[in-house]
């Protein structure tokens, strides 16, 4: 059957602003030739010129967080428990059914850098859609950052997923979430501007917070959300299996039949 695959994932490359400062991925590439004497060792007695062209394999270093890339957090990244004081649940034990389900896209581009977004939100654009939610699909989030991917401002921008946004899709039977932005939260610098303000702890990484009650994963620095119509396609999103870590990579693509 016909179909067409949009990827969601952004690249592991060097040099993209798509992490705060310090956070920062890097990738070393060995060629054919600079490989080349790492391979000889495998093989006593070979040389060189006994290889195809001489020539060895190729061959990367990464040095990165579980967080660079495009990944899915578990539970476990946004505290010790979840479902009101089960012990959370680490990537490699989050469900694989939650991985591959149908997608719903909920389209905040229009609110503004650092807004939060409420239940009411949520709800409106699920009514402008024509959408209602079911257990288990994948919602993701298209904000204005996702079209800054790149840019020097990318992390710094979109819309982020309140407690009370997030709670509305939880206890709808949704599990997977994902944003097109550095955070499933509003960006840091505009939540810390209003903590100056009024020193509230509880708008501080809301949105993660909301697994303690009821425990999720959300895959965060999604691309090519304006690709997706609102429904109709499904999500694959399966995590690296990391033992024991707080996430994984995934390279996140959207399936739609024709």
Not at 181 to 207: C, L, N, Q
Request: charge should be negative; glycine fraction near 8%; include cysteine.
């Amino acid at each position: 059957m016909p179909r067409t695959i949009i990827d969601l994932s952004i690249p592991i490359a060097n040099g993209i602003p798509a992490d705060p400062p310090g956070q920062d991925l890097s990738v070393t590439y060995f060629d054919h030739q600079q490989s080349l004497e790492a391979m000889l060792k495998f093989f006593p007695g070979l040389k060189a010129e006994d290889l195809p062209d001489g020539q060895g394999w190729a061959v990367e270093r990464v040095n990165l967080s579980t967080h660079n890339g495009t990944h899915l957090d578990a539970p476990w990244h946004y505290h010790p428990t979840q479902d009101r004081g089960k012990p959370a649940m680490r990537i490699d034990e989050v469900p694989l059914e939650w991985c591959f389900q149908p997608g719903v896209k909920l389209d905040f581009r229009h609110f503004e850098d650092g807004y939060v977004t409420t239940a009411s939100d949520v709800e409106a654009e699920l009514k402008r859609i024509g959408h209602e939610l079911k257990p288990l699909e994948i919602v993701v989030v298209n904000t204005s950052a996702g079209a800054k991917f790149g840019r020097q401002d990318y992390v710094a921008s979109g819309c982020g997923m309140g407690y009370e946004a997030t709670m509305y899709l939880l206890e709808k039977g949704v599990r997977v979430t994902g944003t097109d932005g550095w955070s499933w939260d509003a960006p840091f610098v505009h939540t810390a501007r209003k903590y100056a303000e009024t020193h509230d702890a509880s708008i501080i990484w809301e949105g993660h917070k909301a697994g303690r009650h009821i425990g999720y994963s959300h895959i965060e620095k999604l691309h090519n959300l304006e690709k997706l119509p609102a429904d109709g396609f499904m999500i694959s999103c399966f995590p690296v299996k990391i033992e024991k870590a707080s996430a994984g990579w995934t390279r996140a693509v959207a399936i739609m039949e024709d």
